[in-house]
Antibody, heavy 118, light 109 residues
Framework: QVQLVQSRAEVKSPGASVQISCMTSGFTFNFYTLTWVRQAPGQSLEWMGWINADNGNTKYAEKFQGRVTITRDTSATTTYMDLSGLTSEDTAVYYC???????????WGQGTLVTVSS | SYVLTQPPSVSVAPGKTAMITCGGN??????VHWYQQKPGQAPVLVIY???ERPSGIPERFSGSKSGDTATLTISRVEAGDEADYYC????????????FGTGTKVTVL
């Protein structure tokens, strides 16, 4: 079955960077686009960007341009999301998800809580 | 930036019908998806491509859209349907148009 398993929770200081991994299984990795979405406490969901697992092309939300980098390792069927210049406003649960043919996110990782605190 | 507005909360008695709206400019020209999220869990896709149900989602869940509004309808509501629900828009003509609604808390009385 399709699975997306994310790395564990992180606590970071302001100004630091964080990397979250999302290990996938149960499907042909190169056939899909993988996306990252975050959710601040008590807030809605927010799309951050995607990566085409086949060619590595990426697209980022304007809000995160210059601070986010999404990469993938095809041999490990894993995608990574790096976010730099962390502030308290980046405290959130970060999710990876597999995108379907109509822009829907049909499969999600379990989420990774990132807490930014001094 | 594009804003998708949902009512903050909807209350419904068991066995009745819940309707959750999602309002935004020219929604009819976009593709709409709906997610259910229970506390401490990742979202679950319940409707995609406006009105399609993923495998395993009960027929009680349906979607529609017209003009500037999309609607998720939950028929014969059960206690297990209590959750937050989010709409999401996708524009097939853009490679970066992914917008989520503000979210609606559905309470089963």
């Amino acid at each position: 079955q399709v699975q997306l398993v994310q790395s564990r929770a992180e606590v970071k200081s302001p100004g630091a960077s964080v990397q979250i991994s999302c290990m996938t299984s149960g499907f042909t990795f190169n056939f899909y686009t993988l996306t990252w979405v975050r959710q601040a406490p008590g807030q809605s969901l927010e799309w951050m960007g995607w990566i085409n697992a086949d060619n590595g092309n990426t697209k980022y939300a304007e809000k995160f341009q210059g601070r986010v980098t999404i990469t993938r390792d095809t041999s490990a069927t894993t995608t990574y999301m790096d976010l730099s210049g962390l502030t308290s406003e980046d405290t959130a649960v970060y999710y990876c998800a597999r995108q379907g043919n109509y822009g829907e996110f049909g499969y999600w990782g379990q989420g990774t809580l990132v807490t930014v605190s001094s | 930036s594009y804003v998708l507005t949902q009512p903050p909360s909807v209350s419904v008695a068991p066995g009745k019908t819940a309707m959750i709206t999602c309002g935004g400019n020219n929604i009819e020209t976009k593709t709409v998806h709906w997610y259910q999220q229970k506390p401490g869990q990742a979202p679950v896709l319940v409707i995609y491509y406006d009105n399609e149900r993923p495998s395993g989602i009960p027929e009680r869940f349906s979607g529609s859209k017209s003009g500037d509004t999309a609607t998720l309808t939950i028929s014969r509501v059960e206690a297990g349907d209590e959750a937050d629900y989010y709409c999401q828009l996708w524009d097939s003509h853009s490679d970066h148009f992914y917008v989520f609604g503000t979210g609606t808390k559905v309470t089963v009385l």
